[in-house]
């Protein structure tokens, strides 16, 4: 089958579109005829080689995708062969105390597919039954590829985490990538106010046309801290979304409210961060971390998605060999959406 795969860890170059041996499918695993993928920054860690993530080269790269089911294990059930699914790329054992308690993102092996396993760009991925969901029936396979893994990130960010509640402020910092849009649709779905930052005027021009009720130019500014502040009547926000982590981390602290929440999913701008524990007790906030999402969060993530038929924001859709060129937009931080990535 032809796959986008790496043959060693690199830069973009290092990602070449040739043949790949058709997968297995195993007892409890489907094989799915994958349709369209999408493209994460995980893929662009996974290229460049993340610590003590050990690849089988060449390695199929791809998290997010929907397609057709081609193979059933003997061990499945409740899924047949020509079904139309979206991938849920979180992989966990199901046995563990945090699978049984329903996390599954707690998973002590936790692995993601495209990082555990082969993944999603490829004309077949195989995955463990669990983890195929039906595709709602509004949404092309462009669009329901472009759904799982920020979809579900942001919903647990959100809604899980969180706790969101109708009537309260988001700020989500950076807009433009496929987590902030998803945080700043699921926001509004649940009856927020969200502010949003970007560098970009036509970013912030783009989000403010699909739900933004607030928009910051960070760069055009000398007080950004003062700014959101004016915003909020001098109250601050109740949640902070950071995706994007030790560039914007003293920031979160300065424009939350007391009691407030700061939920932080990425790293993009770098891995340490000082905090001002002083604020961080005095102010009685809570930070937490959160990464993609349980089993529970991706269904319920579906429902609103599927009762609001709320269409996913896309970049771009691209073939499949035209991946060097789409993975170079990401990492240059160009995309507005989802990027996806047309496979068969």
Request: aromatic share 4%; glycine share 12%; proline share 3%.
């Amino acid at each position: 089958m032809k796959a986008a795969m790496i043959h060693k860890h690199g830069g973009v170059d290092c990602v070449t579109v040739g043949e790949f041996p058709d997968p297995k499918v195993g007892e409890g695993d489907v094989v799915l005829e994958v349709r369209s993928a999408a493209l994460n920054h995980l893929d662009i860690w996974i290229r460049k080689g993340r610590p003590g993530v050990q690849l089988d080269m060449p390695h199929v790269l791809g998290s997010d995708g929907a397609g057709v089911i081609a193979e059933v294990g003997p061990k499945t059930h409740g899924i047949n062969i020509g079904d139309e699914v979206i991938v849920n790329p979180g992989l966990s054992c199901g046995c563990c105390e945090s699978c049984r308690r329903g996390q599954q993102s707690e998973c002590l092996t936790f692995g993601i597919v495209g990082m555990s396993r082969p993944g999603t760009f490829a004309e077949k991925v195989a995955v463990p039954f669990q983890n195929v969901y039906p595709k709602p029936d509004h949404l092309s396979f462009d669009e329901a590829a472009a759904l799982p893994l920020a979809y579900q990130t942001a919903w647990r960010m959100l809604m899980t985490r969180a706790g969101l509640r109708a009537g309260e402020t988001v700020l989500i910092h950076g807009i433009g990538g496929g987590v902030a849009l998803a945080g700043l649709q699921l926001a509004k779905l649940a009856g927020a106010e969200v502010i949003v930052t970007s560098s970009s005027d036509e970013k912030l021009s783009r989000a403010k046309a699909i739900g933004a009720d607030h928009v910051v130019n960070y760069q055009a500014i000398d007080d950004l801290i003062g700014t959101i502040k004016d915003i909020t009547k001098g109250c601050g926000v109740d949640i902070v979304m950071d995706s994007v982590g030790a560039a914007t981390w003293s920031t979160n602290f300065g424009v939350v409210r007391r009691g407030g929440r700061i939920v932080l999913c990425g790293v993009t701008t770098g891995l340490q961060a000082e905090t001002d524990l002083r604020a961080l007790y005095w102010n009685q906030l809570t930070v937490m971390g959160s990464t993609m999402g349980s089993n529970e969060d991706v269904r319920q993530m579906l429902r609103a998605v599927e009762a609001a038929k709320l269409k996913p924001v896309m970049d771009s859709v691209k073939s499949l060999e035209e991946i060097r060129e789409t993975m170079s937009r990401m990492e240059a931080g160009e995309q507005f959406g989802k990027i996806v990535v047309k496979v068969t």
